[in-house]
Structures are given as C-alpha cells and as structure tokens.
C-alpha cells in the first residue's frame, strides 16, 4: 500500500508537465476542438495505435480497459511516454519546418483482485497549437498591404480512473471514468499598412470541466493449439460538456488609439463530444505474432458547433449550427513478433512493431472537408535486463503522418515515440525455507 501512494504522488507530480505540454504545429488544429490525441501507449505506438484486441499482461492498453484484467497479479506498472517530432508544412510553393517535443501520458496498473485489473493516469484528449501569419495587397488599392495573423494554444486532457473484470473465462469488461478538462484559446487579427483603418482581432476562447466515459469487451477464444483471437468493442457515450465559448471581437485604430469590444457566446453556448464506437481483432500465434486489426466511428456530424457570423453591418452573432463537423472513421492494421517472450537471450526478447492507419477529418474548413490523414509507424520494445529486474520495458517508435486535401496546407509530420514501462513486483510475498 505504501509504494501505491508513493506511485499516486508521483503520477501527481508529473501530470502538471503533461498538462502543459501541446502536442502539435498545426493549422487544422485551429478547428473543431482541436487536433485528437492518439491516447496510445509506448507499445501501441509502435503498431500504429491498434489496440482494441489487445491484453497485454505487462503494458496498461487504455484504449480498451476490458483489457486491464490480464495485468500479472504480482505486477504494478508505470509507463510514460514522450515525443518529439518536426513537421513539414507546404502551400501554394511555400514550405515551412516546425518542431516540438513534449511529455504526453502517464498511466499505471495493477492486479487488484483475482481477474480484476485497475488502471489510472494522465492522457491528452486534443492538442491545439499554431501561430502563423498571411500577407497580400489589399485589392487595387495602392501601397496598402493586409496582415493576417492566426494564434493558438491549448486542449483537453483527461484524468481517468478505470477496472477490467475477468468474470468468465475469457471473457472481459471494462470502464473508465475520466474527468475531462481543459481551455482553447484562438485569435485572428486583420491587420493593415494604412494607419487610418482599423485592425480588427477576433478572440475565440472556452474553458471545460466535465466528464467522459469509456466501456469495453474483450472475449478471447482458441482457435487450434497455438493460435487465439481476440474480439474487442468498445463504446464512448456522447455528451455536452460545457465551455461557455465566446467571442471578443476588439476594433482597434492606431491613429486615435481607441478600441471597440463587443463579445457573443458566452453561458448561452455549448460545447460537445460524440459517440464513439470501436471494434477490434487481435490473432495471436504461439505467444509470437500478434496481429490486430481496429476500427472506430465517432459521430461528430451529430453534434452542433459555434459559429460566429457577420450581416455585414456590424451585427455578429455567435450561433451553434448544424453541418459544421463530420462524423471521423478510421482503421488501424499492425502487429508485433516476438521469437521468445521468457528467453534467455536478449535479441529474441526484443519486440518488433509495424503499423499503418487512415483516418477522415472530424471537421470542415471554409465549408469544405478537411484532410484525410495516412500514417504508418515501426519500433522495438527492448527489455530491461539486469540484476534487479527483467519486466521493464523501453518501447521505442518511428511515426510518420500524412495529411492532406485539394487547395489545403500540406503536412508531413515524423515523430519519434519513447514509452518507458516500470513493471515491479510490487506484490511479490518471499518465503523463508
């Protein structure tokens, strides 16, 4: 009990630096409720992100909690993850290099009684983070040029706290609860060279605290000697989740110094997550190959957005309108070849992973859709061999991100992934003979 709330005050002390962090460079993170975190852990990343099938007996697979049951009773597990990443960014001929780099999830495990496993622990949810500008000729207006500037930062993190039940012969459910909080903060300012016109800047921001669900199936059945599948489901129920969204609309001229606000939105306003559905297969080969397969649907057609309009003479109104997201699909292939999970013998301990996804945008840019993303990914899980413990993991990753659309900013992001998993026996009894 004592290295359990050792643990609690770690993960606390950590969580701030994840909640800190922003996990992206991108400009289509200035839509919807941002860019959607992969929520995976170090040694799905190296597959890619599929999970759903999956149940490991010494990683915590949050994405589908029924698998917490499979957690080795003796084991208390930590894992935390970072990355790092630089993303290429083109349009109409103009390219651009951007980095960052962050610590992204915390999570743990344990075996609290027979056939039921609990986790908990700190995962992103969505990521916004952009600053770029835009410059032209107003018109045929002569020697007047316009400046658009676009900022933004923040996103939504979740604290969960989640069991997994064996209650059948393999035959799995399972549940997180999180608390879901977060901010976003967006700006676009209009700025021109002719001192005499106004600059007008737009503040989008909100700010939520809520809660979010997530259940989960896994049922588990053998097929010949040394072959078993895995069939995985798992559910999200949507909901509003607040934020006040509101806009301060701020008219500025620099000759007399005199600003204008007016803000819409506000209490009135609402923000939403949808349903979000998953199913998932895993084929396991003689503890050896693990080959899985996933797909998930998040309704977000359903769901109204805020949208701010103008009739052109000076009447803004900030309205939630239908049509505005799309409902996201997307399906993940990867898997993993270990020759000897209990072998003497370092290089066939090591774990090989490959990964590749396809995704449809959640949401529209100027009405139209935004871009599909194609990625794909291959890593190790190296194990830590020494005196003292031969459980843990270094779960290491290559990522590369693809997204794109006709007329839109082009990305190709490559991300290294490093997941690091303490697996202790923390609950080892000794015996004296």
């Known amino acids: 009990m004592k290295k359990l709330i050792l643990a609690v005050i770690l993960l606390t002390a950590i969580s701030p630096s994840v909640m800190a962090q922003g996990g992206t460079n991108s400009p289509y993170s200035a839509y919807g409720l941002g860019e959607l975190a992969e929520q995976t852990t170090g040694f799905n990343r190296g597959m890619n992100g599929v999970a759903l099938g999956f149940h490991e007996h010494n990683q915590v697979n ?18 935390m993850g970072f990355s790092g ?9 103009k390219t651009l290099n951007a980095k960052n780099a962050d610590l992204e999830y915390v999570v743990a495990g344990f075996r609290a009684f027979r056939h039921l496993g609990v986790s908990f622990g700190v995962v992103p949810f969505t990521n916004i983070g952009y600053n770029y500008a835009l410059s032209g000729n107003v018109g045929n207006v002569a020697n007047t040029t316009y400046t658009n500037t676009y900022n933004g930062s923040g996103g939504m993190h979740q604290f969960f706290l989640g069991m997994g039940w064996e209650f059948l012969k393999g035959l799995s459910i399972g549940a997180n609860a999180s608390y879901l909080w977060g901010t976003y903060d967006r700006s676009i300012s209009n700025a021109y060279s002719d ?3 106004n600059t007008l800047t737009r503040d989008y921001t909100a700010d939520i605290t809520n809660y979010k669900l997530d259940f989960g199936l896994q049922y588990t059945r053998k097929l010949l000697k040394k072959d078993e599948l895995t069939i995985g489901l798992t559910y999200s129920p949507g909901h509003h989740i607040g934020g006040g969204p509101e806009v301060i609309v701020t008219s500025t001229n620099s000759q007399t110094s005199v600003a204008n606000a007016d803000t819409v939105g506000g209490k009135s306003l609402y923000l939403s997550i949808p349903d979000m559905f998953g199913a998932g297969l895993m ?10 397969l996933d797909y998930t649907l998040q309704k977000w057609s359903k769901l109204r957005y805020p949208v701010l309009d103008d009739d052109n003479q000076g009447q803004l109104s900030y309205t939630l309108q239908d049509g505005v997201l799309k409902d996201r699909q997307k399906l993940t292939v990867g898997g993993e070849y270990c020759h000897g999970e209990y072998d003497r013998r370092f290089l066939n301990r090591l774990r090989y992973r490959a990964g590749f996804s396809y995704a449809t945008p959640y949401y529209t840019v100027n009405g139209a859709n935004g871009p599909k993303e194609y990625s794909a990914s291959f890593g190790f899980g190296i194990p830590i061999m020494n005196a003292l413990n031969n459980r843990s993991f270094v779960n290491i990753s290559a990522q590369w991100v693809h997204q794109s659309a006709p007329g839109m900013i082009y990305e190709n992001t490559f991300r290294i992934n490093i997941g690091i998993t303490f697996n202790e026996s923390w609950f080892h009894k000794f015996k004296v003979q």
């Open 195 to 197: 001192p005499y016109v």
């Open 62 to 79: 949050y994405l589908n909690p029924a698998s917490y049951s499979a957690i080795d009773s003796l084991s208390f597990i930590f894992d």
């Open 85 to 93: 990443q630089v993303t290429h960014f083109k349009e109409a001929g």
């Open 283 to 292: 084929w396991n080969h003689n503890n050896q190959w693990k080959i899985g």
